[in-house]
């Protein structure tokens, strides 16, 4: 049986979002982004952190009552109170290069070239953005990184499913969809 209640993790503009979406869609599973829950509301968005207990129990109360889901994103440093609660934690990998791209061009799409480019609106946030983005690779001058994932990973009770570099969203569908666990030890089909 494939794994009913899927965390997936990984740098921003990994695929996250998208693989959980897809994997909503193919299996009917609830998906929720941990960024939904982590940022207050503001225009333009994620200016203000919500408190930890109050993010807490928004995925509480979201995730309980849903038999199947899908949660993306990062729980790093706030969101430890969830991991019993994980069957399969996927984490995804890309090139640091190819990440970046994606982040601009999603940046692009939802600010506007106009708000990104210099004297626009978003400017310095966007360039903010993108310079903690590239640090998650080389170093731990940010608290999310690559070192405090494979730190977080290797903690955790369940099993874990890397998948590295830029594969197509349907074989990482299918990845995740035919993990299995065989007398407490996890191996992929």
């Known amino acids: 049986m494939a794994p009913r209640r899927i965390h997936i ?22 998906h929720l982004d941990t960024d939904d829950v982590y940022w207050l ?27 199947r889901w899908v949660l993306t994103g990062s729980l790093i440093r706030w969101g430890d109170p969830l991991i019993p609660r994980f069957d399969l934690v996927v984490f995804l990998h890309i090139p640091p ?12 799409e939802r600010y506007g070239a106009e708000a990104l480019a210099p004297g626009g609106a978003m400017h ?15 170093g731990a001058r940010v608290s999310r990184n690559l070192e405090a994932h494979n730190a977080w990973l290797a903690r ?18 299918r990845r995740v969809l ?8 996890a191996w992929q089909g």
């Open 9 to 30: 993790t990984g740098a921003a503009g990994s695929g996250t979002t998208t693989l959980g979406r897809a994997l909503a869609a193919t299996t009917g599973a609830l």
């Open 41 to 67: 509301p503001t225009d333009p968005p994620f200016r203000e952190k919500r408190p930890i207990p109050d993010r807490l129990a928004m995925l509480d109360e979201a995730l309980g009552g849903a038999d």
């Open 97 to 108: 290069a190819l990440r970046l791209e994606r982040l601009r061009a999603r940046e692009a």
């Open 124 to 138: 310095a946030t966007h360039h903010a953005f993108l310079d903690w983005a590239e640090a998650y690779d080389v």
């Open 156 to 173: 955790l009770p369940c099993p874990v499913l890397r998948i590295e570099g830029d594969t197509a969203v349907e074989d990482r569908v």
């Open 178 to 185: 035919s993990f299995r666990r065989i007398e407490g030890r």
